[in-house]
Every structure is written in structure tokens, then in C-alpha cells.
């Protein structure tokens, strides 16, 4: 059974502050994606990291993965209010043909003025 | 304008009626999934198609059913068996591997349904 483990599940953080969320996963994959999503919302896409090494930066965020250690990470660069949301990792993993994700069970970010 | 819609947005259920949630894509994806989220949880399996007329169980299936008549169409009943339906349902789609193994892009999301038991 495929398990990610995202920590940490709740994070409070001033303005102007760094700080990184890490995703592990438990199983091989190259294909790791992040979402977010705002309270009572769907489920909006960040990133997409397709192979070791993948990095992408969308303003603030900035998502890592090194598929060796089964780790992705997000880092937040002098976080704003607007980045208060919870955050995803997911896991895209074949078996038999079939593709799914898996799902860490978030990270909620509040971002304090 | 692509994308996948879902409704109802809100939806309530009463004692031993099965309800049907609806989800269409005009994405032209192969794979369609449906997904519960319970509240300050991540998102859980419970059926996806990758293809018309298949379809396969998830992690939490039991008490749901689906079926995939058309392509654009992936609707989700929830059954009297399904004992705590009080959730919120996502629908999601993605394009498959091409020959190179690979999925370039990722699963894009409905606006969900929120559905209560009364």
C-alpha cells in the first residue's frame, strides 16, 4: 500500500517568513503533483514534477523532488496572507495498467500579518 | 471554455435514498475518478474509468456505484449501503500515458459537491 506522509499538517507562520513543507512517499515514482485548495473549494493545480531533480517556482512557492529519498518539498519565500490554504502532495502511481494518485492529508497554512 | 463540471454544488439526503451526482468533462480525457473528502482530511478513492464502459474500484467503494456511458460522463450514486455519505465529492479527469510511459499532465478538479445526510 502506497503511503504519503506530508508534514506538518498545520503550520502558522508570520509574513515575511520562509519556511518548507515536506511530502515522503513510500513507494517508487517519478511523478509527484501539489495542489491547493482554499476552504470550501475544490482542488487547484501548483505543480507538476515529472522526474528526479524537477524543480518549479510560481512566485512565493517553489516545489522540489528527489525521487531516491521519495521526497518532494515546498518551500514558501517571505510568505503573504493570500498563501493561507491547504496544501497537497500527490503521488501518481501505476499498477496493472492502472494509473492513480495518492494523497498526503494536507497541510494547513495560516499566514499571520 | 474546458473544464469539468459537477452538480448539484449542495445536496441533501435523507435516510435510505440513493442519490446521484453528476460530472462532465469537455476535456477530452480518457480517465475520470471521483473522490471524498471528509472534513480536514485529504482525498480518498472511490471508483475511476479509464476508459468507456470500464471502470474499477478505489479505496472506500463500498456503498457507491458509477457508471461510464460516454466519455464526458462519470456519475457517482450513492446508496442507502453507504452508512456516513456526509462528505464533499470531487470529480477529477487526466489524460493517460502516451507510448513513452509517460503522464505529462496533471488530474484537473470539479468544483465538488457538498452532500448531507439529514
Known amino acids: 500500500e502506497l503511503k504519503v506522509e506530508q508534514n506538518p499538517l498545520f503550520l502558522s507562520m508570520q509574513e515575511g517568513k520562509n519556511y518548507t513543507i515536506y511530502c515522503n512517499y513510500s513507494t517508487t515514482s517519478d511523478r509527484l503533483y501539489w495542489y491547493r485548495q482554499d476552504p470550501g473549494k475544490s482542488l487547484e493545480s501548483l505543480f507538476v514534477?515529472?522526474?528526479?531533480?524537477a524543480v518549479k517556482q510560481e512566485g512565493r512557492l517553489m516545489a522540489s523532488l528527489d525521487t531516491k529519498a521519495r521526497l518532494s518539498t515546498l518551500h514558501i519565500t517571505a510568505a503573504v496572507h493570500d498563501l493561507s490554504a491547504t496544501y497537497f502532495c500527490?503521488?501518481?502511481?501505476?499498477?496493472?495498467?492502472?494509473?492513480?494518485?495518492?494523497f498526503g492529508k494536507g497541510t494547513k497554512l495560516s499566514v499571520i500579518p | 471554455d474546458g473544464g469539468i463540471t459537477q452538480s448539484p454544488k449542495y445536496l441533501f439526503r435523507k435516510e435510505g435514498q440513493n442519490v446521484t451526482l453528476s460530472c462532465e468533462q469537455n476535456?477530452?480525457?480518457?480517465?475520470m475518478y471521483w473522490y471524498r473528502q471528509d472534513p480536514g482530511q485529504g482525498l480518498r478513492l472511490i471508483y475511476y474509468?479509464?476508459?468507456?464502459?470500464?471502470?474499477q474500484k478505489g479505496d472506500i467503494a463500498e456503498g457507491y456505484s458509477v457508471s461510464r456511458e460516454k466519455k464526458e460522463s462519470f456519475p457517482l450514486t450513492v446508496t442507502s449501503a453507504q452508512k456516513n455519505p456526509t462528505a464533499f465529492y470531487l470529480c477529477?479527469?487526466?489524460?493517460?500515458?502516451?507510448?513513452?510511459?509517460?503522464?505529462?499532465?496533471?488530474?484537473?478538479f470539479g468544483p465538488g459537491t457538498r452532500l448531507t445526510v439529514l
Open positions: 477529477a479527469s487526466s489524460s493517460l500515458p502516451g507510448l513513452a510511459g509517460l503522464r505529462e499532465d496533471t488530474q484537473y
Open positions: 500527490a503521488v501518481d502511481w501505476e499498477w496493472a495498467g492502472s494509473y492513480q494518485l495518492t
Open positions: 514534477l515529472l522526474s528526479n531533480g
Open positions: 476535456l477530452n480525457h480518457d480517465a
Open positions: 474509468s479509464q476508459i468507456v464502459n470500464d471502470f
